[in-house]
């Protein structure tokens, strides 16, 4: 993918030196007010942003992600996707990923919902496919929101998958404006369920996000 450059702001893929330095916000920015998360009661454990933050910097070295620069401010970073390439196999894995953690642990049953959704939406047999682009986050900094860089942005991530051979785009969207956004994009919704649906094993339940966040769903995008 070559960069594109509109109104002072260049999209390109993602360097490991573009992500350091956005990702000590993750906390305040991208995922305060995250429906899943919000399920975590006090401080985040250090060690489980450590493994977010390796998690994150795979997507960046594969090549997977697109930034948005501001050339007319230093080159701040105003925007960004995060994606990675998955595949079939991937399901069985995320799912003994997922049990391996003690039901105990909120961070399991973050975990074992997206395995859920992943295993019932059926995506790679809905679609035909055996791998896929996983939209993982999307961000735009408030100050360029309402400007259409959240659709270059889509657009570019997308351009860049096709160039990697994928020909479908996927994302799990916990909130209700992450969705409202995707499938403004133009993105499906294939599956959907209520977080009151989703329960322990003594069937109580466990995510009890406010409104207008009431279910997680999956969305996808020939691409």
Request: glycine share 8%; charged share 25%.
């Amino acid at each position: 993918m070559e960069p594109n450059t509109k109104d002072g702001i260049t999209i390109r893929i993602m360097t490991l030196a573009d992500y350091a330095t956005f990702k000590h916000l993750f906390e305040e920015q991208f995922i305060k007010g995250e429906p899943l998360f919000d399920a975590i009661k006090g401080p985040i454990d250090p060690e489980m942003w450590n493994l977010y933050d390796q998690y994150h910097e795979s997507m960046v070295t594969a090549g997977t992600c697109v930034v948005a620069i501001d050339e007319q401010n230093e080159g701040r970073v105003v925007g960004f996707v995060l994606a990675e390439g998955q595949t079939i196999d991937d399901v069985e894995s995320h799912r003994l990923e997922a049990e391996s953690i003690p039901e105990t642990d909120i961070v399991g049953h973050i975990r074992r919902i997206l395995c859920k959704v992943e295993a019932e939406a059926n995506i790679y047999e809905r679609y035909g496919v055996t791998k896929l682009l996983y939209s993982h986050l999307t961000s735009v900094d408030v100050s360029m929101r309402g400007k259409g860089l959240g659709t270059r942005l889509a657009t570019s991530a997308m351009e860049l998958g096709r160039s990697k051979g994928f020909t479908l785009m996927t994302a799990f969207c916990s909130s209700f404006y992450s969705a409202r956004q995707k499938e403004a994009l133009g993105m499906e919704c294939i599956y959907s369920m209520k977080y009151e649906d989703y329960k322990d094993s003594e069937g109580k339940v466990v995510f009890t996000p406010p409104a207008p966040h009431t279910e997680i769903r999956v969305v996808a995008m020939k691409i």
